[in-house]
């Protein structure tokens, strides 16, 4: 079965400093890839997606994330971080083709000190 | 803005009742799914839908039924409440070249 894992599961960090999260997938075909995030009391919506091209995949609030598929990893990243990116981020992998279910990593809650 | 809509979105309930949490979407995606998640935790899938009359399980699993008359449509049943029961229930729905959506979520406490 397919499996995401997401190594940090809590992430402390001052404004202004870098962000990177690891997410990695077990699944050995073609994925789409996603990371999500949750924002307090706000519902899971989309930060950034790869389907294909590009492997360095720009998102929203400045966010990227790149895809190695050697690595089988879709890690996410923004150079300077802001209070505001407070939130919890779940990345997700689906089989390309779209017959397969989204799977969910457990998921990093990021705290952004001001 | 996501056109999916879960009602309701809070409920405490007694043991024992029986409960529907509501999924609604209007993009017309095929593919509907429910998730439950605790504080911190992952997303566990426990059921899905390809499309109408289409209802599958999901890895976790679960006491709930689920049901796919209409497209739109995909509300989940618990015939008996339990506090095992207690926990977030997260909707979505996607087409196949899409993201998934998700709704507001549904915070459930059964005492």
């Known amino acids: 079965a397919q499996s995401v894992s997401q190594h940090n599961h809590h992430v402390i960090l001052s404004e202004a400093a870098s962000l990177e999260l690891g997410c990695n997938y077990s699944?050995?075909?073609?994925?789409?890839l996603f990371w999500y995030v949750q924002y307090p009391g706000q519902h899971l919506q989309l930060l950034l997606k790869?389907?294909?091209?590009?492997?360095l995949v720009k998102g929203i609030k400045g966010f990227e994330a790149e895809f190695i598929k050697s690595k089988f990893s879709f890690n996410l990243r923004k150079p300077s971080v802001q209070w505001s990116d407070t939130a919890e981020y779940f990345c997700?992998?689906?089989?390309?083709?779209?017959?397969?279910?989204?799977?969910f990593g457990r998921g990093t809650s990021l705290i952004v000190h001001p | 803005e996501a056109d999916i809509y879960q009602t309701p979105r809070y409920l405490v309930i007694g043991t024992g009742k029986k409960i529907t949490l509501e999924c609604s979407q209007t993009?017309?995606?095929?593919?509907m799914y429910w998730y439950q998640q605790d504080p911190g935790m992952e997303l566990h899938l426990i059921h899905y839908?390809?499309?109408?009359?289409?209802?599958e399980k999901g890895d976790l699993s679960s006491e709930s039924t689920v049901s796919r008359i209409r497209t739109e449509h995909f509300p989940l049943t618990l015939e008996s409440a339990r506090p095992s029961h207690t926990s977030q229930y997260l909707c979505?729905?996607?087409?196949?070249?899409?993201?998934?959506?998700f709704g507001q979520g549904t915070r459930l406490t059964v005492v």
């Open positions: 699944y050995g075909g073609t994925v789409n």
């Open positions: 993009m017309g995606h095929d593919k």
């Open positions: 790869y389907f294909s091209g590009d492997p």
């Open positions: 839908s390809y499309g109408v009359n289409s209802t």
């Open positions: 979505a729905s996607e087409s196949s070249y899409t993201e998934a959506f």
């Open positions: 997700a992998v689906d089989e390309a083709g779209g017959s397969y279910i989204p799977t």
